[in-house]
């Protein structure tokens, strides 16, 4: 009798469950049509905790201040002409001593420091902007600006949505695809070719767009033990990762832009000049 007081038990509580969610599958049908609801509920990211959505608030925040400080750095070079030694020196200096200070500075000592680093990687962009810019124009560096920050949302915001931890994995395949780019990079430093920059730049493109949705998720399971434990997550280390992210990103879009541009211009140019050749010799014939 006890056994199949437990079997009804469970069998009233599966139809229960069964009715629950046939009813919110209807309400999420009759809200927008799929599945993921009607769109207020999709920005209000349900599945996450208040403390991990304030912090998500911090860490996007922070990414846009450095990005603020990096247009800032790309600026002064154009203008100012930093050398490109002291240029190395700041970038990677601020970098190593972030990375073996990290734990023992403050927050507001990190935020100092990642805004240091974030203005040298910016002057470090420069000539690559100034020369997209003579190829084309000013709007060339904007469109990707656009296509970066696009790019950059549509795969943060897929991994904020989707089930949690169900990226993680990528961790050991971009890690190992980082290493054959390097290696890539030294034979092709050594026996230059074109394959192996198309390699270096369309494999780049694809290895940092995958390490987007890594890092997005990696930052809220980091967040969320920090939270179990009692503890206050590092705003400024994981604005950090999204930074290199996107420098990253922006850096091999405005490559691949300026080169589809530049070979427009020589096919362009070529078809003048040999409309003028046909000009040239028609009015010398005639």
């Given at each position: 009798k006890y056994r199949e007081r437990e079997r009804a038990a469970q069998v009233c509580s599966d139809k229960a469950r069964m009715a629950e969610y046939r009813r919110g599958g209807g309400a999420r049908q009759?809200?927008?049509?799929?599945?993921?609801?009607?769109?207020?509920?999709?920005?209000?990211?349900?599945?996450?905790?208040?403390?991990?959505?304030?912090?998500?608030?911090?860490?996007?925040?922070?990414?846009s201040i450095l990005l603020?400080?990096?247009?800032?750095?790309?600026?002064?070079?154009?203008?100012?002409?930093?050398?490109?030694?002291?240029?190395?020196?700041?970038?990677?200096?601020?970098?190593?001593?972030?990375?073996?200070?990290?734990?023992?500075?403050?927050?507001s000592n990190k935020r100092s420091m990642m805004l240091v680093f974030a203005a040298f990687s910016g002057a470090s962009l420069a000539p690559l902007v100034e020369m997209a810019a003579a190829i084309a124009s000013e709007w060339l560096v904007l469109?990707?600006?656009s296509c970066t920050v696009l790019i950059f949302a549509c795969?943060?915001?897929?991994?904020?949505?989707?089930r949690r931890?169900?990226?993680?994995?990528?961790?050991?395949?971009?890690?190992?695809?980082?290493?054959?780019?390097f290696w890539l990079g030294l034979l092709g430093a050594m026996f230059p070719n074109r394959l192996h920059f198309?390699?270096?730049?369309?494999?780049?493109?694809?290895?940092?767009?995958?390490?987007?949705?890594?890092d997005t998720q990696l930052i809220v399971e980091k967040a969320e033990l920090c939270f179990q434990a009692g503890m206050k997550p590092s705003v400024v280390d994981d604005a950090m990762k999204l930074f290199?992210?996107?420098?990253a990103l922006f850096r091999r879009i405005l490559i691949i832009m300026a080169r589809n541009q530049q070979r427009k211009n020589e096919h362009q140019r070529r078809s003048n000049s040999y409309k003028r050749a046909d000009q040239c010799s028609t009015a010398y014939e005639y």
């Open positions: 009759s809200d927008g049509g799929d599945g993921f609801g009607n769109l207020e509920a999709l920005l209000k990211f349900s599945a996450l905790a208040e403390p991990m959505r304030m912090h998500l608030v911090a860490v996007y925040t922070m990414l603020l400080s990096a247009t800032v750095g790309c600026v002064a070079n154009i203008y100012f002409r930093i050398p490109n030694m002291l240029l190395f020196l700041g970038s990677s200096g601020s970098l190593f001593y972030f990375m073996f200070n990290s734990s023992s500075m403050s927050e469109a990707a600006l795969f943060s915001l897929s991994a904020l949505l989707a931890r169900s990226y993680l994995f990528l961790g050991a395949w971009l890690s190992s695809g980082v290493s054959c780019l198309g390699l270096q730049l369309y494999g780049g493109l694809l290895l940092y767009s995958g390490f987007v949705v890594y290199t992210d996107f420098i």
